[in-house]
């Protein structure tokens, strides 16, 4: 064999061990943090599920939370940290169906799953997903962006942790 042809061969064969690189690489998932770079940037919190929904802002370095008609009072600082803290921790991990009609058994369905938006100063969205019921294994939540069909299993985050969409439930409790 001649040495250009043994070069030529060399040569396909990287391009050939390179591309089934890249597509095997393709092929693992990666796993997804949406709202990790979102929580040093956030403004306002939206937390809806079904027709109850609780609105935070951040006025002036503080966090209000405006009541049904709107008025402003001061929010319970250690529970909306506590949420963008948790927040920024979960990871998306598996994906479990990719079937809109699925989404009511996850509970990741307008009705019955926890909308969380993250906006910034300008009402731009940040981040945003739908929470639904824990996975049996205590350590997962179900989860969904909003515009898409598919379900993912989620670490890091209990259902819990993601409050009440209830304004009153964000107040800043009085001391007497």
Known sequence: ?????????????????LLWIVYLYRQVPHRQAPFAKAANQVERIFIEQGPKRAELQKQAGAWKVLSGSGTPYLAEESQVKSLISG????????EISDRADRASDYEV???????????DAKGTKLAEGI????????????FRY??????????????????QPDPDSWRKKEKK
Do not use: C
């Open 1 to 17: 064999m001649s040495s250009s042809l043994i070069k030529k061969l060399a040569w396909v064969s990287g391009v050939l061990l």
């Open 87 to 94: 927040l920024k921790d979960v990871q998306i991990e598996d």
């Open 109 to 119: 369905n307008a009705e019955s799953g926890t909308r969380v938006d993250f906006l």
């Open 131 to 142: 929470f639904g019921k824990q996975a049996p294994d205590y350590s997962h939540i179900y």
């Open 146 to 163: 909003p515009d898409k069909p598919n379900v993912y299993l989620a670490r890091g985050l209990f259902r819990g942790e993601l409050g």
